[in-house]
């Protein structure tokens, strides 16, 4: 069975700070993998996507940067946090061609 | 401009009864319909889909209505359960979508009440 790990679950962070978050994905070889933001009570916004290794697309500008050093990795990081960046991220992935996206248990971030 | 929208925003109905929830699109594209229920704290899970070919999909005591024309779809949550309080949130994808990418709407939080 495939499950999906986010690390930490929550962060306090202060503005200006860096952050790394992470995701690994284990019992699923190359799946295509995703990063999500939250706001506090609202939708789901895709951030980042990635198909392969070493390659990750930008879905929406928000100072943020992602990469994939593994297969089954998946990071979300930035050098300066914004206020703005508060909220809850989420990391996801989707087998191939399929079309469920499976999301892990989110990462709470405070930017204070 | 959002694509996806839901209603009502939030919902309270008691034990036993039937919650229905409200969810309608714009791009004509979209071909894929999942629901994802979420709990506080947690990540959103799917909860049942459906394609735009079917106009009805089932799944124990929940159901989706499918409205090709109107471009409107509905989630019919019957026998309600304080257990099932939660966001529930409509999604869309289609083939001009970037690839895996859902377009979220702002979720109905659904209070049950037993």
């Known amino acids: 069975a495939q499950t999906i790990h986010q690390w930490p679950v929550a962060e306090i962070k202060a503005v200006g700070s860096p952050l790394s978050l992470g995701c690994t994905i284990k019992g699923k070889s190359s799946p295509n993998l995703y990063w999500y933001w939250q706001a506090t009570g609202g939708t789901l916004q895709q951030l980042f996507y990635s198909i392969t290794v070493g390659q990750v697309e930008s879905v929406v500008q928000l100072n943020l940067s992602a990469s994939r050093p593994k297969d089954d990795q998946f990071i979300l990081s930035t050098e300066k946090l914004l206020l703005s960046h508060s909220g809850f991220y989420l990391c996801?992935?989707?087998?191939?061609?399929?079309?469920?996206?499976?999301f892990g248990s989110g990462t709470r971030l405070t930017v204070l | 401009q959002q694509q996806v929208r839901q209603s009502p925003q939030s919902l309270t109905v008691w034990e036993g009864e039937t919650a229905i929830l409200n969810c309608s699109y714009e791009?004509?594209?979209?071909?894929?319909f999942p629901w994802y229920q979420q709990f506080p704290g947690e990540g959103p899970a799917l909860l049942i889909s459906i394609r735009s070919v079917s106009d009805k999909k089932e799944d124990g005591r929940f159901t989706i209505f499918f409205n090709k024309r109107e471009k409107k779809l509905s989630l019919h949550i019957t026998d309600s359960q304080p257990g099932d309080s939660a966001t529930y949130f409509c999604a869309a994808s289609g083939r001009t979508q970037v690839v895996g990418q859902l377009t979220f709407g702002r979720g109905t939080r659904l209070q049950v009440y037993a």
């Open positions: 996801a992935w989707r087998g191939g061609s399929a079309e469920t996206l499976y």
């Open positions: 791009d004509s594209t979209f071909n894929y």
